[in-house]
């Protein structure tokens, strides 16, 4: 079971490799793309969606290209997720009435709702700030460690 789509793991990559850059900076879904080994069309559909959730700002022109809508450390990760995926639900049954069969006689439901909210809680705390400190923290290339 994924909890993060492969889609929504490469929203995740390319926003942090963004956020690692110089505030205000306008990136090429190329560039991105390379350094991020994303797929160009694929990555092009996700920044549709950013764009227009309010993430990402297009920029047209011969310079265009992307760049962020707000600082990073005001961006939650549960918004890039909401975004990409929809509604954050760990089990059909949490989305309601309508999408369970056992609604009335579900006893497992208050468990599912518990490991739901901690799952959304934990997203909540997380900053695209902080991803791109964990992942590109020491100036480095992605997953390398800072020398000591």
């Known amino acids: 079971m994924e909890f993060i789509k492969r889609n ?10 963004m956020a690692a850059q110089p505030s205000g900076k306008v990136f ?3 560039e991105i793309a390379a350094n991020e080994r994303i797929p160009e069309e694929f990555l092009r559909k996700i920044f549709q969606k950013l764009t227009k959730a309010g993430i990402l700002v297009s920029v ?3 310079r265009g290209g992307f760049s962020l809508r707000r600082p990073p450390g005001a961006i939650a990760a549960r918004e890039i997720v909401e975004v990409i995926q929809g509604p954050i639900a ?3 049954c949490l989305l309601g009435r309508d999408a369970c069969q056992n609604w009335d006689r579900c006893r497992l439901r208050e468990s599912w709702t518990g ?5 959304v809680r934990f997203l909540e705390g997380i900053t695209l700030q902080d991803l ?4 590109y923290g020491d100036g480095g290339e992605p997953g390398t460690k800072p020398e000591a």
Do not use: M, V
């Not at 929504?8 to 490799?17: F, G």
């Not at 490991?115 to 799952?119: A, D, G, P, S, V």
């Not at 791109?132 to 992942?135: K, T, Y």
């Open 8 to 17: 929504t793991d490469y929203a995740l990559r390319a926003l942090a490799y």
């Open 28 to 30: 090429s879904i190329g």
């Open 132 to 135: 791109s400190d964990q992942q």
């Open 90 to 92: 760990i089990n059909r």
């Open 115 to 119: 490991i739901q909210r901690e799952f």
């Open 60 to 62: 047209r022109g011969s």
